[in-house]
């Protein structure tokens, strides 16, 4: 079955520093793949996306592009700030119709920015 | 603007005691999901519905409940029979019929047993 795999957290990082966060993923077809954000207390929220291979996805300064051949979509942001400091989710969706309605998520990264 | 509402925000119940999340959207979206989060386990898929009147069971179903009368609604009960109610449950709903969209999420409902 579907399934994605995040590095383990938590991450802590001092602000400015550069941030990787890995995301491998396994899937039959041509997925799509998701970065999601959730601050404290609250819902997730889409950060970024791609939908096919070598697509880059961008938003607030985070990068993330869509690596067929090592099956990967890591999410990079050159210069964290505090308010950066959440959990990130990395999610993959295979197709339309049928179970493929799913999103399957990776278990969550929480991210800590130090000042 | 277009969102999904969950309410209440924080809810609590009694041993024994049977309680309903509310979940709207006013998206037009087909599918909507519930899921559970607790504390280093990342999310877990209670129920889904692709369309009215249609739902299907996720990965954790045992001791929940739910229904789909309207599009815009798709509440949850967590019943007695749920051992281990006290988690944080989150609402979702989805385009259905594209693979490059992901879901909308509501807010969120924190459940305590009491």
């Known amino acids: 079955g579907d399934s994605v795999t995040q590095m383990e957290g938590p991450v802590t990082l001092s602000e400015e520093a550069f941030l990787t966060i890995n995301c491998t993923y396994t899937a039959t077809g041509y997925p799509s793949l998701f970065w999601y954000v959730q601050y404290p207390g609250e819902g997730l929220q889409l950060l970024l996306k791609a939908t096919k291979a070598d697509d880059k996805g961008s938003n607030k300064g985070f990068e993330a592009t869509y690596r067929k051949e090592t099956t990967s979509f890591h999410l990079e942001k050159g210069s964290v700030q505090v308010s950066d400091s959440a959990v990130y989710f990395c999610a993959l969706r295979r197709g339309s119709g049928g179970s493929n309605y799913k999103l399957t998520f990776g278990k969550g990264t929480l991210l800590t920015v130090n000042p | 603007d277009g969102g999904i509402t969950q309410s209440p925000k924080y809810l609590f119940r009694k041993e024994g005691q049977n309680v309903t999340l509310s979940c709207e959207q006013n998206?037009?979206?087909?599918?909507m999901y519930w899921y559970r989060q607790d504390p280093g386990q990342g999310l877990r898929l209670i129920y889904y519905?692709?369309?009215?009147?249609?739902?299907q069971k996720g990965d954790i179903a045992e001791g929940y409940s739910v229904s789909r009368e309207k599009k815009e609604s798709f509440p949850l009960t967590v019943t007695s029979a749920q051992k281990n109610p006290t988690a944080f449950y989150l609402c979702?709903?989805?385009?259905?019929?594209?693979?490059?969209?992901?879901?909308?999420f509501g807010s969120g409902t924190r459940l305590t047993v009491v």
């Open positions: 979702a709903s989805s385009q259905s019929s594209d693979r490059g969209y992901g879901y909308t």
């Open positions: 519905s692709q369309i009215v009147n249609d739902f």
């Open positions: 998206l037009n979206h087909d599918a």
